[in-house]
Structures are given as structure tokens and as C-alpha cells.
């Protein structure tokens, strides 16, 4: 069973806007125009503590994020060659993957950059982070 074009044209439309979503918010948060806000960013504990480390982290960031996003055009615009479903759903599937892999990647590393602006003694394992018990 072949996949309709209006599914293909769904999932080139989805992707292909996600991922220049997420390059656009790389590069604007990595250059300091998008500002700590509670809507788009790495939103974390550790990178909302301060304008220092949100841009730290998005700094530090910005390559994986931005990888994540060109694998999302990427993906768009193979969901448009013509293959079978199952190899269809293989390819979506594994630029999704490939998405969240490359963003939690990238708001890990974030967050390591957001903890060593914000530790005190420079410690970047963020010891110095923990509330006190």
C-alpha cells in the first residue's frame, strides 16, 4: 500500500517547519536575541538562574541544536522520495530519533555550561549547585 501524497505533503510541512524552528531558535538564543523567556529555550533550573548562564548554555548548545534542526528539514524532505510505507516510517522514525537525540544532547551540554557560570568556585560539575539537605 502506497502512503497518499496529502500524508507526505503532512509530514514535509511538520518537519521542514519544526527544524527551521529549531535553527532559528539556536542561532537567535546562541546570539543573545532570543532572551530568557518561559516558551522556547533550554528551560532548565540551571539556565534560568541567571541571563549569564541562559546564554552560556545556549552558546554551548547551539551546534547540536542546530544539527537537530537540519536533520528535521532533512527527514522533511526524504518523506517526499518515493518509497514504500514501511521504509517511509523507517526514515521518519529514525530523523525523530535523531532529533531528540541531538536536542538532549544539546540541553546536556547546556546545562554543564549553565552550572559553570553559575558555580562559584568554577567547579563545572555543578557540586556546589546542590540545595543543602
Not at 523567556?37 to 548562564?53: C, K, Q
Not at 548548545?61 to 510505507?85: D, K
Request: hydrophobic share 55%; charged share 15%; with cysteine.
Amino acid at each position: 500500500m502506497d502512503v497518499p501524497l496529502a500524508v507526505r505533503i503532512v509530514l514535509v510541512v511538520a518537519l521542514c517547519g519544526s527544524g527551521g524552528l529549531i535553527l532559528w531558535m539556536a542561532r537567535a538564543a546562541a546570539s543573545g536575541r532570543l532572551r530568557r523567556n518561559d516558551l522556547a529555550g533550554i528551560r532548565i533550573p540551571s539556565t534560568m538562574a541567571s541571563d549569564e548562564a541562559w546564554l552560556a548554555a545556549h552558546v554551548r548548545a547551539e551546534r547540536p541544536t542546530r544539527w537537530g534542526g537540519v536533520i528535521a528539514v532533512v527527514t522533511g524532505v526524504a518523506a517526499l522520495l518515493p518509497v514504500p510505507a514501511p521504509v517511509l516510517c523507517g526514515v521518519v522514525l529514525l530523523g525523530c530519533a535523531g532529533i531528540l537525540v541531538c536536542t538532549l544532547y544539546g540541553a546536556q551540554v547546556g546545562r554543564r555550561a549553565a552550572l559553570a557560570v553559575a558555580a562559584p568556585s568554577g567547579d563545572p560539575s555543578g557540586a556546589g549547585d546542590a540545595p543543602p539537605v
